[in-house]
């Protein structure tokens, strides 16, 4: 098939771009400008330098293609892309694959499919097109919801390696809070594997949730960054210190405590999660001091 993906050069489009050539398919990727449009070309892929956001390019774009894949998912461009998107695959039964946030269903120990969203701020603009999706007619649309990415040594993880220390070489790290919220966890190549089985396989009007299972606290990886590092372990900080520090929009995401199991994929998809650990990618793999020092 000949796909129409977004956000192609970014941190997750990195991993999904090789993973649908992989599997055999073509890839027409817009982006924003020619040296994004040479990595693409690079990389195999076709490229369309254009704006996310031009409805009659999108339109077209969607309409050649034989699906499409949304990873550039944004507030400024979701309004814009999305109904461009189904009215250029309007009635084909094409599949659509759009990006969510796990952030939108709140605190939550058993996060699902199911679960009722709450989302903080930073994410309360997603469920309006998101359900656009999820209600088209005509068009096989989907939602892949990633938990926090990690991997390639980059990603939110780096707010947990990349904390700010007290003065001294064996000064200890600085948490999030005090480190007690869980994180659900996703390998960045794990998803790309999703993605491309959502396109292939998913069911119209699914949610699906890529998590590994792993749901460490953020006190446990900010331990591993801090011995990996060769300091003197971590110190907690108030809600009030991580939200001057982050701004209290993003503080009040990563602060969330939240955990889920990714189980609907696993099941409908035969989605099987294998990247290594985030646990073990900050203790010694890409994270680790001695991997960025290679």
């Not at 929009?249 to 199991?261: N, S």
């Amino acid at each position: 098939m000949t796909i129409l993906l977004t956000g192609s050069t970014g941190y997750i489009g990195s991993s999904v771009l090789p993973r649908l050539l992989e599997e055999g398919h073509s890839v027409t990727a817009v982006v924003r400008d020619e040296a994004k449009a040479d990595a693409v070309r690079a990389a195999g892929g076709s490229a369309v330098v254009g704006d996310a956001t031009d409805v009659e390019l999108v339109t077209r774009l969607a309409r050649e293609s034989d699906g499409v894949i949304h990873l550039a998912s944004a507030p400024d461009v979701d309004p814009v892309f999305i109904p461009a998107v189904l009215e250029g695959l309007a009635g084909s039964g094409k599949p659509f694959v759009h990006t969510g946030g796990v952030w939108a269903y709140g605190p939550n120990a058993d996060i699902t499919e199911d679960s009722p969203a709450a989302p903080p701020a930073i994410s309360a603009w997603r469920g309006a097109t998101e359900a656009l999706v999820l209600a088209a007619e005509g068009v096989r649309g989907t939602v892949v919801v990633p938990a926090v990415v990690y991997g390639h040594g980059k990603g939110l993880a780096r707010v947990i390696v990349d904390a700010p220390r007290g003065a001294g070489d064996d000064a200890p790290l600085r948490l999030i809070g005090d480190g007690a919220q869980h994180w659900p966890t996703v390998h960045a190549d794990d998803l790309a594997a999703l993605y491309v089985l959502a396109l292939e396989r998913g069911t119209a009007g699914s949610v699906y949730i890529a998590a590994s299972g792993a749901n460490p606290t953020v006190r446990e990886l900010a331990e591993l960054a801090a011995a990996a590092a060769g300091v003197s372990g971590v110190e907690a900080e108030t809600v009030a210190q991580t939200e001057e520090r982050l701004g209290a929009g993003f503080a009040e995401a990563v602060l969330l405590d939240q955990q889920a199991r990714g189980t609907k994929a696993r099941i409908d998809l035969g989605w099987e999660p294998n990247g290594p650990s985030l646990a073990d990618e900050i203790a010694t793999g890409s994270y680790a001091p001695e991997f960025a020092r290679a």
